[in-house]
């Protein structure tokens, strides 16, 4: 068989979430191709794997993929491995891998754990219909552009961030968003100071700023959807009003003529206070 291009996913903190295949495929191979060769040499260590590394970042990949592509073109086998976690998924990888295609050699992925998907199945957010953002700008400027074009996205949104921005990231959230924007905050998933917690978006600003053990580590945020607004008559609504108003506080009775209706809450909230005014 001809030489193949494995893409292996490595844990993203605990060594236990490596795979058996995964193992096999790194004792086999030619050779490692390693974003950062000093961590995934611990790795390979912890498994007694003896296989070479070299290196393929982003900031040499461009210069490694003749070289790598011609030594499976020679018949070696090559893995190709991110710090943790999935390759290509905000990690390099992506232009090797195209050139393996555009030469022909098969590409063989070998599935394991991802922050992205691990985040998303914890924080208790629809994950029917959901899109990876990957890291938003530095800039705080760019970074309110690119909030302010997802805004209106009715699917779960899921965002990596670095420790020492996300109370400045989360704070844009909010203001684009809005403070009551459900979020799902999962941190160092697998390590030691796991930490997976589902609030709003004002409730995180808080929980951060008053924690500063927050700003540390890997750092996923698993955004809720724009509430999609539903066309309702004024009458209709003003009809549930009255009857949720017989029983219920102002408050109460907006809040679910809301999530009934899927208006906005201060919509409702409005006119409740003004039917309840006329009687």
């Given at each position: 068989?001809?030489?193949?291009l494995?893409?292996?996913?490595?844990?993203?903190?605990?060594?236990?979430?490596?795979?058996?295949?995964?193992?096999?495929?790194?004792?086999?191979?030619?050779?490692?191709?390693?974003?950062?060769?000093?961590?995934?040499?611990?790795?390979?260590?912890?498994?007694?794997?003896?296989?070479?590394?070299?290196?393929?970042?982003?900031?040499?990949?461009?210069?490694?993929?003749?070289?790598?592509?011609?030594?499976?073109?020679?018949?070696?086998?090559?893995?190709?491995?991110?710090?943790?976690?999935?390759?290509?998924?905000?990690?390099?990888?992506?232009?090797?891998?195209?050139?393996?295609?555009?030469?022909?050699i098969?590409?063989?992925?070998?599935?394991?754990?991802?922050?992205?998907?691990?985040?998303?199945?914890?924080?208790?957010?629809?994950?029917?219909?959901?899109?990876?953002?990957?890291?938003?700008?530095?800039?705080?400027?760019?970074?309110?552009?690119?909030?302010?074009?997802?805004?209106?996205?009715?699917h779960?949104?899921?965002?990596?961030?670095?420790?020492?921005?996300?109370?400045?990231s989360?704070?844009?959230?909010?203001q684009?968003?809005?403070?009551?924007?459900?979020?799902?905050?999962?941190?160092?998933?697998?390590?030691?100071?796991?930490?997976?917690?589902?609030?709003?978006?004002?409730?995180?600003?808080?929980?951060?700023?008053?924690?500063?053990?927050?700003?540390?580590?890997?750092?996923?945020?698993?955004?809720?959807?724009?509430?999609?607004?539903?066309?309702?008559?004024?009458?209709d609504?003003?009809?549930?009003?009255?009857?949720?108003?017989?029983?219920?506080?102002?408050?109460?009775?907006?809040?679910?003529?809301?999530?009934?209706?899927?208006?906005?809450?201060?919509?409702?909230?409005?006119?409740?206070?003004?039917?309840?005014?006329?009687?």
């Amino acid at each position: 068989m001809s030489a193949q291009l494995f893409v292996v996913a490595t844990p993203i903190g605990h060594l236990d979430d490596m795979t058996f295949r995964a193992i096999h495929i790194l004792k086999s191979v030619a050779i490692i191709a390693a974003e950062d060769t000093r961590q995934s040499a611990l790795l390979l260590k912890h498994y007694n794997i003896s296989t070479p590394l070299t290196a393929c970042h982003d900031h040499n990949e461009s210069n490694k993929i003749d070289i790598i592509i011609e030594r499976l073109k020679h018949g070696d086998d090559v893995a190709l491995v991110s710090d943790a976690g999935t390759p290509l998924i905000s990690d390099p990888g992506f232009k090797l891998v195209r050139a393996a295609q555009e030469h022909g050699i098969r590409v063989v992925p070998v599935p394991g754990a991802c922050a992205a998907i691990a985040a998303l199945s914890a924080v208790g957010l629809p994950s029917d219909h959901f899109s990876f953002e990957g890291f938003l700008s530095s800039k705080q400027s760019q970074r309110l552009l690119q909030l302010e074009k997802l805004k209106n996205n009715t699917h779960t949104m899921i965002i990596y961030e670095a420790p020492h921005r996300i109370l400045d990231s989360v704070k844009d959230m909010a203001q684009v968003f809005g403070a009551d924007r459900a979020v799902g905050f999962a941190r160092e998933i697998t390590k030691t100071f796991e930490t997976i917690k589902k609030m709003t978006l004002g409730e995180l600003v808080e929980f951060i700023e008053n924690d500063r053990n927050q700003q540390k580590g890997e750092i996923v945020l698993v955004i809720a959807g724009a509430t999609e607004e539903k066309d309702m008559e004024s009458e209709d609504l003003d009809k549930l009003l009255l009857r949720l108003l017989q029983d219920l506080s102002v408050k109460a009775a907006s809040q679910l003529a809301a999530d009934l209706t899927g208006i906005k809450k201060k919509v409702a909230y409005q006119r409740a206070l003004e039917l309840t005014e006329k009687v």
